[in-house]
T-cell receptor
Framework: DAKTTQPPSMDCAEGRAANLPCNHS???????VYWYRQIHSQGPQYIIH?????ETNEMASLIITEDRKSSTLILPHATLRDTAVYYC???????????????WGLGTSLAVNP | EAQVTQNPRYLITVTGKKLTVTCSQN?????MSWYRQDPGLGLRQIYY???????DKGDVPEGYKVSRKEKRNFPLILESPSPNQTSLYFC???????????????FGQGTRLTVV
């Protein structure tokens, strides 16, 4: 089972920041938080990941709470093309076993409205 | 351009007719895997491969086979497809380098399979 909880859907106005929450209250000390998105049944697209520090790249920012039990993905200026399902996944970063699989939940369906 | 390429993108077939979905990556990744995606169930891993000639079962391997004869290719084989294998399939690959990035980073565009 997925170790994260996300709201099933959210709306955001075009040009505004989209803040997508994720709860991961049982996260372990060596587990990273990963975010992916999937646009209309296309292949999932990696967005960002982090361990405990906030992270930023050209796509988004990831804010992780100090206790690491929740995080927020921020799309600073959402566009219509950001309409997608966003997945928050926690996983051990340094691969201890052979399988690097991700355990996917159902994500948050973000609708960016004009 | 770095990419994972799947073929075909769409396929309709009949029960019992063997088929192969190809997957190729041009990034020299060692790790590759296959997922299926079904409504309400999310993505579930079928098989994975750590390297050439090294493959193992994921969570839902029944009815599928894979092979990894070359590093770049990881075909998914359905020897005798059944209607319950109607699904959206994704191939993924991983660079396995960089702290925390030992996970799938690149996905193909998907193959929508219908078995009638």
């Amino acid at each position: 089972d997925a170790k994260t909880t996300q709201p099933p859907s959210m709306d955001c106005a075009e040009g505004r920041a989209a803040n997508l929450p994720c709860n991961h209250s049982t996260i372990s000390g060596n587990e990273y938080v990963y975010w992916y998105r999937q646009i209309h049944s296309q292949g999932p697209q990696y967005i960002i990941h982090g361990l405990k520090n906030n992270e930023t790249n050209e796509m988004a920012s990831l804010i992780i709470t100090e206790d690491r039990k929740s995080s927020t993905l921020i799309l600073p200026h959402a566009t219509l093309r950001d309409t997608a399902v966003y997945y928050c996944i926690v996983r051990v970063g340094n691969n201890a076993g052979n399988n690097r699989k991700l355990i996917w939940g159902l994500g948050t369906s973000l609708a960016v409205n004009p | 351009e770095a990419q994972v390429t799947q073929n075909p993108r769409y396929l309709i077939t009949v029960t019992g007719k063997k088929l192969t979905v190809t997957c190729s990556q041009n990034m020299n990744h060692e790790y590759m895997s296959w997922y299926r995606q079904d409504p309400g169930l999310g993505l579930r891993q079928i098989y994975y491969s750590m390297n050439v000639e090294v493959t193992d079962k994921g969570d839902v391997p029944e009815g599928y086979k894979v092979s990894r004869k070359e590093k770049r290719n990881f075909p998914l084989i359905l020897e005798s497809p059944s209607p319950n294998q109607t699904s959206l399939y994704f191939c993924a690959s991983s660079p396995g380098t960089g702290k925390g990035m030992n996970t799938e980073a690149f996905f193909g565009q998907g193959t929508r399979l219908t078995v009638v």
